[in-house]
C-alpha cells in the first residue's frame, strides 16, 4: 500500500504564495505520474496539476498557468505545488494524487481521476479578499 500525506495549506491573502507538499510513504514507491486536484465547496474535484515521475514534464488547467508550479522530489518520494499570486477562487480542499498502474498514456489522460490509484487526505487552502 501507498499513503499520501499533504501539508501546507493553510489562510493566506489574496496575492499571497503557499507551497503544498506530497509525501509518499509505504511499498517502494515508483508512480508513473503525480498530481494535484482541487475541490471547492459544492464543485465537482478538477485537475490542477500533474508531473511526470520519470522526465518531470508539467501540465497545468488554464486557471493556474503562470501562477502554479508542480515538482517532484524522487529521492524523497514527494511531490511539490508552488502556488503565488493566490485568488479568492483558488480556495479549495486541495489533494495529491499518485498513478501506479501506468495503463493509460500521461500526455492524454494526465487530468483524469481515474488515471490515478492513490489519494491523500487532502489539505485546506483558504485565500481571502
Known amino acids: 500500500q501507498v499513503q499520501l500525506v499533504e501539508s501546507g495549506g493553510g489562510l493566506v491573502q489574496a496575492g499571497g504564495s503557499l507551497r503544498l507538499s506530497c509525501a509518499a510513504s509505504g511499498r517502494t514507491f515508483s508512480p508513473y505520474s503525480m498530481g494535484w486536484f482541487r475541490q471547492a465547496p459544492g464543485k465537482e474535484r478538477e485537475f490542477v496539476a500533474a508531473a511526470s515521475w520519470n522526465d518531470g514534464s508539467t501540465y497545468y488547467t488554464n486557471s493556474v498557468k503562470g501562477r502554479f508550479t508542480i515538482s517532484r522530489d524522487v529521492a524523497k518520494n514527494t511531490v511539490y505545488l508552488q502556488m503565488n499570486s493566490l485568488k479568492p477562487e483558488d480556495t479549495a480542499v486541495y489533494y495529491c494524487?499518485?498513478?501506479?498502474?501506468?495503463?493509460?498514456?500521461?500526455?492524454?489522460?494526465?487530468?483524469?481521476?481515474?488515471?490515478?490509484?492513490?489519494w491523500g487526505q487532502g489539505t485546506q487552502v483558504t485565500v481571502s479578499s
Open positions: 494524487a499518485a498513478d501506479t498502474r501506468g495503463t493509460t498514456l500521461f500526455i492524454v489522460t494526465y487530468h483524469l481521476h481515474g488515471r490515478y490509484d492513490y
